[in-house]
T-cell receptor
Framework: GEDVEQSLFLSVREGDSSVINCTYT??????LYWYKQEPGAGLQLLTY?????DMKQDQRLTVLLNKKDKHLSLRIADTQTGDSAIYFC??????????FGKGTRLHILP | GAGVSQTPSNKVTEKGKYVELRCDPI?????LYWYRQSLGQGPEFLIY????????DSGLPNDRFFAVRPEGSVSTLKIQRTERGDSAVYLC???????????FGPGTRLTVL
């Protein structure tokens, strides 16, 4: 079946890089996404990568995709307190639905 | 412009009652999605509208759940005979089309006592 797995918690010191990892199962996924959810706010699309790419960089964000291993990662450079949130990895399945992971809660240490 | 809005932001009800949750999508967005997010989980797809019609309702858990979008804009998610297990945050999203970015609302937190 379809499944997106990610670790539940990550603690990082302010100024360091954060790396959030994700594995997925549907090899037919066209797009893979990273969403950010802050308390009381809706989900915000941070970035996405098309399945025929292996890397995408957008300012402080770098997405790496290893399609062979079905592994996706999000690196946030120079992590700030405002980056504290839950980050969801997601993929599109064969029916073009978005399947979300359980989310990784990023905690920033001073 | 305004984003996706959802009302109410919080709803507390008793087991067995009927509830309606409303979603106002971004103006001009033809696609509208409902998701359910249980505690500690990611959002799970419920139903998707293209215009006025439900293009895919395969995520609705059972026949107590129903959604409408009569004029192709505002949508209402209706839950009959609520159960404690229905407690969750119900998220709505809209997009210009199925291949476009989905914009999410803040959600309605439903608590069934």
């Amino acid at each position: 079946g379809e499944d997106v797995e990610q670790s539940l918690f990550l603690s990082v010191r302010e100024g360091d890089s954060s790396v959030i990892n994700c594995t997925y199962t549907d090899s037919s996924s066209t797009y893979l996404y990273w969403y950010k959810q802050e308390p009381g706010a809706g989900l915000q699309l941070l970035t996405y990568i098309f399945s025929n790419m292996d890397m995408k960089q957008d300012q402080r964000l770098t997405v790496l995709l290893n399609k062979k291993d079905k592994h996706l990662s999000l690196r946030i450079a120079d992590t700030q307190t405002g980056d504290s949130a839950i980050y969801f990895c997601a993929e599109t399945n064969r029916d073009d639905k978005i399947i979300f992971g359980k989310g990784t809660r990023l905690h920033i240490l001073p | 412009g305004a984003g996706v809005s959802q009302t109410p932001s919080n709803k507390v009800t008793e087991k067995g009652k009927y509830v309606e949750l409303r979603c106002d999508p971004i103006s001009g967005h033809t696609a509208l999605y409902w998701y359910r997010q249980s505690l500690g989980q990611g959002p799970e797809f419920l139903i998707y509208f293209q215009g006025t019609g439900a293009a895919d309702d395969s995520g609705l858990p059972n026949d107590r759940f129903f959604a409408v979008r009569p004029e192709g804009s505002v949508s209402t998610l209706k839950i009959q005979r609520t159960e404690r297990g229905d407690s969750a945050v119900y998220l709505c999203a809209s997009s210009l089309g199925t291949d476009n970015e989905q914009f999410f609302g803040p959600g309605t937190r439903l608590t069934v006592l």
